[in-house]
């Protein structure tokens, strides 16, 4: 049974860093792209950052380029979400998926990401 499970989320000024964790278990973690997405109320939910199975190759959004980072530990079958200088839209549920893609490129098509975690809150006060 695959399992996605985030952690790290919580309430930060802004200006404030967090750092996101989603340990996965159940699958081959080296074989799968791993894309963190958040959710706002309202709003649909977008990929802000995706990661390639080895981690050569990383993807962000345009909003978030230069704040956030995102990087992974195929050891330890974790990926993780760094971000800094947060801001108060960076407000959301934060969620992280797992598609299996063995030529190590980053998956952007949200539909095609086969797992999914429950996902963290994010709330960046003004």
């Known amino acids: 049974q695959v399992q996605l499970v985030e952690s790290g989320g919580g309430l930060v000024q802004a200006g404030g860093s967090l750092r996101l964790s989603c340990a996965a278990s159940?699958?081959?973690?080296?074989?799968?792209?791993m894309g963190w997405f958040r959710q706002a109320p309202g709003l649909e939910r977008e990929l802000v950052a995706g990661?390639?199975?080895?981690?050569?190759?990383?993807y962000y959004i345009d909003s978030v380029k230069g704040r956030f980072t995102i990087s992974r530990d195929n050891a330890k079958n974790t990926v993780y979400l760094q971000m800094n200088s947060l801001k108060p839209e960076d407000t959301a549920v934060y969620s992280c998926?797992?598609?299996?893609?063995?030529?190590?490129?980053?998956?952007?098509?949200?539909?095609?990401?086969?797992?999914w975690g429950q996902g963290t809150q994010v709330t960046v006060s003004s």
């Open positions: 998926a797992a598609d299996q893609n063995l030529a190590d490129t980053v998956v952007v098509v949200t539909t095609q990401y086969e797992y």
């Open positions: 990661i390639s199975r080895t981690g050569r190759r990383t």
């Open positions: 159940g699958l081959t973690f080296s074989r799968y792209s």
